[in-house]
Nanobody
Framework: QVQLVESGGGLVQAGGSLRLSCAASGRSFGTYAMGWFRQNPGKEREFVAAISWSDWRTDYTDSVKGRFTISRDNAKNMVYLQMHTLKPEDTAVYYC???????????????WGQGTQVTVSS
């Protein structure tokens, strides 16, 4: 069982930066792949970034490549999403999630946080 709590969202101007954090509880956190997803009202939840449990593999959706970086600290049970050069289209509720294997599909993730709102103004 893994519990996830996101933080770090907020309002930022276009071109600005934010770092999202995800605090995980559960003894087996270090064995889970972790992902970030985002969702806007009336739209499907979409993949943003993922990182494997060992920290050697990452992947990103094309629209955030070169601007976002996912990282994790297994000793602290934390996952981060550093976001630079934010755009209004990045506005969404961002969710942290845990999966038993590296994945990019919503259905492959077993545990979810409650989400944190990111709003980018133009």
């Amino acid at each position: 069982q893994v519990q996830l709590v996101e933080s770090g969202g907020g309002l930022v101007q276009a071109g600005g930066s934010l770092r999202l954090s995800c605090a995980a509880s559960g003894r087996s956190f270090g064995t889970y792949a972790m992902g970030w997803f985002r969702q806007n009202p009336g739209k499907e939840r979409e993949f943003v970034a993922a990182i494997s449990w060992s920290d050697w593999r990452t992947d990103y959706t094309d629209s955030v490549k070169g601007r976002f970086t996912i990282s994790r600290d297994n000793a602290k049970n934390m996952v981060y999403l550093q976001m630079h050069t934010l755009k209004p289209e990045d506005t969404a509720v961002y969710y942290c999630a845990a999966a038993r294997a590296f994945a990019m599909r919503v259905d492959d993730y077993d545990y979810w946080g409650q989400g944190t709102q990111v709003t980018v103004s133009s």
